[in-house]
């Protein structure tokens, strides 16, 4: 079974990714994370150290030949695994992205996630972009401005395939997250989950 984690930069996807997979674990599942990177930390850090920043198309065209390759290599993996899948990042948000940037959505990544096995669920944590804002500066290991958070939250909500996400509150504590996230996993396969939740409604 594979889930997906989407959101915005800061709103703790590759954190709680981790604390799942453990949970799962302790409880005697099978589960692995597998991240699907597109590079934007590393190009950031090497264009804020040469002072030049790509444009948006060159970018794209970096990001997305890293993304896709990540998640063709994911899905390889995941076909050969039998448990639970958590996948940090995925094509939707390379999509999303684009809308953020302004390009157009094009026609081979949304094909590309047609042929894809789908994901048992998408699950997006929600966050505002003040609050994503701040975690990052305080990480300090990465920089985002407030209004790239926000145009990167509003290209996840304009996304077609965002209505059938699920949402979880991103802003709990790291406890509470991972129990919304537990109860998802429980829904879709109790065995999977290896304990007992209540139902979490699709928003």
Avoid at 183 to 197: D, T
Wanted: aromatic share 4%; proline share 4%; hydrophobic share 45%.
């Amino acid at each position: 079974m594979i889930i997906v984690l989407t959101g915005i930069d800061g709103s703790g996807k590759s954190t709680a990714a981790r604390a799942l997979v453990a949970a799962v674990r302790a409880g005697g599942g099978k589960a692995v994370l597998l991240n699907n990177h597109a590079g934007r930390r590393t190009m950031s850090i090497v264009s804020g150290r040469l002072g030049v920043r790509l444009p948006g198309r060159l970018a794209d065209g970096i990001e997305t030949a890293f993304r896709v390759w990540n998640v063709l290599v994911s899905h390889v993996r995941a076909s050969r695994f039998g448990g639970l899948v958590v996948m940090d990042r995925h094509l939707y948000c390379q999509l999303a992205l684009r809308n953020t940037k302004g390009l157009p959505r094009g026609r081979f990544l949304p094909w590309l996630l047609s042929a894809l096995p789908r994901p048992a669920a998408v699950v997006h944590l929600e966050l505002d972009p003040a609050e994503a804002h701040r975690r990052i500066t305080a990480r300090g290991t990465d920089a985002e401005t407030l209004q790239d958070l926000t145009a990167f939250r509003d290209g996840y909500r304009n996304l077609p395939e965002y209505e059938s996400f699920i949402k979880v509150d991103a802003a709990v504590p790291s406890e509470e997250l991972l129990g919304s996230l537990r109860r998802v996993i429980h829904n879709l396969s109790p065995a999977v989950a290896g304990h007992r939740g209540a139902v979490t409604k699709r928003d």
